[in-house]
């Protein structure tokens, strides 16, 4: 039974260090873009969450309701999945089956360990690195859209200047930590805006669990959604969670209740649930005043 949101908020017991451990919110970013001006923070709740970067709206009318560090470059995680998704659904033909490759097998974890010469459906491969974050589906794809991941990068860095992402750049297609990977909250808000314009994507990252079946020898992979959100709290929508050592706890969520839709960005955020749902409950009380 989905409990609502304010209850949900109030069985979460590490909230209470949230609100007392606000004075750390604003620990400085490694690398700033547009100058090295403090962050401003806006539409702050009493007690501020603890996050590097914070981005709350509220999506049809596009009122930002909380903003904290969103020009900041910051590694992404597996936040950039979301971009990688979208050059996959752009570029790629999901009915293509796709060989898994030795590179692709042997990617760092979050992973299915897939053996090279495995093969799936590209949407098999899609479904796998936006509910479970699979590294090895995601090299898989990418290497099969782009030719080779470093093609496939282009397209990722190629499509973020299109979108005008000032404040972003990719080296890989699956959020490795690296100097020049980078993104921020104010870019991947919108990002996320034109990735849900994609009804393939929206269907997949509302998934809370799925599977994948090889092609041929049929071995069954389930597929369960990192996003703790999805079916705790009411009118979750994914997106995408993102976790490595450099970029700490990442999370894109979308919200939508009684005809109010938030997308909520964190960038290495501590509590990462707790924080999350006190921010949407912020948002959802700041519009009904």
Known sequence: MRLPLLTTIGLISSLTLVLHLATALHAPAATRSRGTKAPTTRGAPEAQPQARAILLKELKSGRLLYAAGTTHRLAPASL????????????????EIVTISQEAAAAPRTRLDLWPGQRFYLVD?????????????????????GGSEQQFVALMNQKATTLQLQDTHFTNAC?????????????????SEVALQDPRFTHIVKQEKSTMKEIGKGRVYELHSTNHLLG????VEGIKTGFTRHAGPCLIVKVSQNDTELLLVLLHAKQRWATALQLLQHGFETLAR
Do not use: W
């Open 80 to 95: 950039t999945k979301i971009m990688s998704a979208l050059v996959i659904l752009e570029q790629g033909h999901l009915q």
């Open 232 to 235: 705790e709290s009411p009118g």
């Open 125 to 145: 491969l899609l479904q796998a690195m936006l509910i479970t974050s699979a590294n090895d589906a995601c090299r898989a794809a990418a290497q099969h859209v």
């Open 175 to 191: 959020g490795f930590d690296g100097p020049q990977h980078y993104s921020t909250a104010e870019d991947l808000a919108r990002l």
